[in-house]
């Protein structure tokens, strides 16, 4: 009887509690608590008006309405054979803008290298297909055309006087996402090696996210001028990691009436072989300057033999290497220094066959200026 009277109080204990947390809990199954309310009508707090934009907003909304027009998207098509000699279509995709109202597009080399077609989409969905009308490798540029009503022309701006810091658009097609503007600063102005294996100088570096798709779009500035445009990036993922290069304007301004024209460019030749020269060869030789580039020998009816430039006519020996030495030292051209060769490329990179440019050299002892008219790069073999 003892353990009776202990026991049946224990167990209604123990049913009264189960009885109240699971049959009689608040809001239990298909019953809504007390606290849930459904009204005939929510009210909601709404902003008063639409948001006024601010200076920096409304800066990237007209850049981006106003290239906009001009930029397209630009879908390259090749043919590769694989292990069997079957073919194997690629399909590629890239960026590229507007230049004239006849329809001229500027873009990378590489967008539409070996393609066997070229279709572009303007920014209002218009497919046309294109031509290639010039390609120039060495810096990685192409001119395609369409034919198409209404076409809207970039503004060219200019790239001379970019400066570290500066804010700057990039608007193109990355991963087949047409229409895609990304923002940042120019990063650094340096030389680089662009993904064809040509030399940029002072190649545009932003922070601007730039990945693939992106080729061959502009490179804006704050007034939705193109700077430059937009080629190649450094990531170990082949993604965005804010460093992107761009070709400054100004490089294919120099170039685009060759290419359209003649569908190449007249690559510019001094008609020239050279030795680099240094302070301690200087010394060597007795030369009146501490660097510069000593001309081997001239081309033959190339544009330094006309200019009346000598080559050298002692014959010597750098090591093994038989050289011809008592020629010009070449030390600026320009007035811009030239210490080794590719001073000499670059500088060349900012000229055309044709243009007249100024030599300085050292005779002997005497520094001279030469004036010189350019010729061809093929006029070397």
Partial sequence: MKAARIIVPAVLVVLGFYFFTTHHREGGPGEPSSWISRPDHVELTEAASPPTLDADEQSNINVYHKALPSVVNITSRTVEFDFFYGEVPQQGQGSGFLIDRDGHILTNYHVVENAQQVEVTLSNRNKYKAQVIGLDRSHDLAIIQIAAPGLVPATLGDSKSLIVG??????????????????????????????????????????????????????????????????????????????????????AKAVLNDLITLGRVRRPSLGIRTLPIGPELADRMGLASGSGVLILQTISGGAAERAGL???????????????????????????????????????????AGDKVTVTIYRGKQKVDVKLTLGEAREQS
Avoid: C
């Avoid at 730039?210 to 993922?237: A, C, D, K, M, Y």
């Avoid at 011809?324 to 320009?334: K, N, Q, R």
């Avoid at 811009?336 to 900012?350: G, K, L, P, Y």
């Fill in 166 to 251: 500066q804010k700057v658009y990039a608007i193109g097609n990355p991963f087949g996402l047409a229409g895609t503007m990304t923002r940042g600063i120019i990063s650094s102005i340096r030389p680089v090696r662009g993904p064809v294996g040509n030399y940029v100088d002072e190649a545009i570096q932003t922070d601007a996210a730039i990945n693939p798709g992106n080729s061959g779009g502009p490179l804006l500035n704050s007034h939705g001028e193109v700077i430059g445009i937009n080629t190649f990036i450094l990531s170990p993922v082949g993604q965005s990691s804010g460093i992107g290069f761009a070709i400054p304007i100004n490089a």
């Fill in 310 to 352: 000598r080559g050298g006519t002692q014959r010597a020996y750098l090591g093994n290497i038989p050289i011809m030495t008592g020629g010009d030292l070449i030390v600026a051209i320009d007035g811009d220094t030239v210490e080794d060769q590719q001073d000499i490329a670059r500088i060349m990179n900012n000229h055309r």
